[in-house]
């Protein structure tokens, strides 16, 4: 089946700094990759759509130039938090399109100190 | 826009026994529907999902769905859980644009 490795699972970063998350799809390829957030026991928040070769499609009050995504290929889509700050410490989990279907990876959890 | 309402934030179920998770959905036209579920700390696992036909849908571990569009609902059920069933449950409805709403999910706790 459509396997999403995502990495790093964890990462603590200072304030300040930038962290970059990987999306990989490992056994097809995904046109279009999807970035979430998800705060604690809550539900996912789409922050952006990712397509290959082309700008991202950011959801309104997601700030893109803190969020900055790169969908360089159609298995490889990254999401870099720039200037990371303590509110910016959350579970971002990203998916891959497949048809209607999205298979998501693992997730990150971003702590920032 | 589509948007799903999942009415129950917590159910605790007695291992053995049956679970039914509720989802409305609204959306105009015919929604793509999906269940996940998320153990702590984990992505989201694809359990079933609906485009079109049969209306009672089979999924992994158990799992099954039914589509009522009359209702705008698509429960989810298993005859009887197991402790590993203890989870979170998200129903969600994508449409043409291949864009995923989510419920606010639903914590299954089991119980011995």
């Known amino acids: 089946g459509a396997v999403v490795s995502q990495h790093p699972s964890w990462v603590i970063c200072k304030s300040g700094t930038s962290v970059k998350i990987e999306c990989r799809s490992l056994d097809f390829q995904a046109t279009t990759m999807f970035w979430y957030r998800q705060f604690p026991k809550q539900s996912l928040m789409l922050m952006a759509t990712s397509n290959e070769g082309s700008k991202a499609t950011y959801e309104q009050g997601v700030e893109k130039d803190k969020f900055l995504i790169n969908h360089a290929s159609l298995t490889l889509s990254t999401l870099t938090v720039t200037s990371a700050h303590p509110e910016d410490s959350s579970f971002y989990i990203c998916?891959?399109?497949?048809?209607?279907?999205?298979?998501f990876g693992s997730g990150t959890r971003l702590t920032v100190v | 826009a589509q948007s799903v309402t999942q009415p129950d934030i917590h159910i605790t179920v007695s291992e053995g026994a049956s679970l039914e998770l509720r989802c409305n959905y609204s959306y105009g036209a015919t929604p793509y529907l999906f269940w996940y579920v998320q153990s702590p700390g984990q992505g989201l696992q694809l359990l079933l999902k609906?485009?079109?036909?049969?209306?009672l849908v089979q999924g992994i571990k158990g799992f099954e769905a039914e589509f009522k569009r009359s209702q705008s609902s698509f429960n989810l059920r298993k005859p009887s859980v197991h402790w590993s069933d203890a989870a979170e449950y998200f129903c969600?409805?994508?449409?043409?644009?291949?864009?995923?709403?989510f419920g606010a999910g639903t914590t299954v706790t089991v119980r011995a």
């Open positions: 969600a409805v994508g449409a043409n644009d291949y864009k995923l709403s």
């Open positions: 609906y485009f079109s036909g049969d209306t």
């Open positions: 998916s891959a399109e497949s048809g209607p279907t999205q298979t």
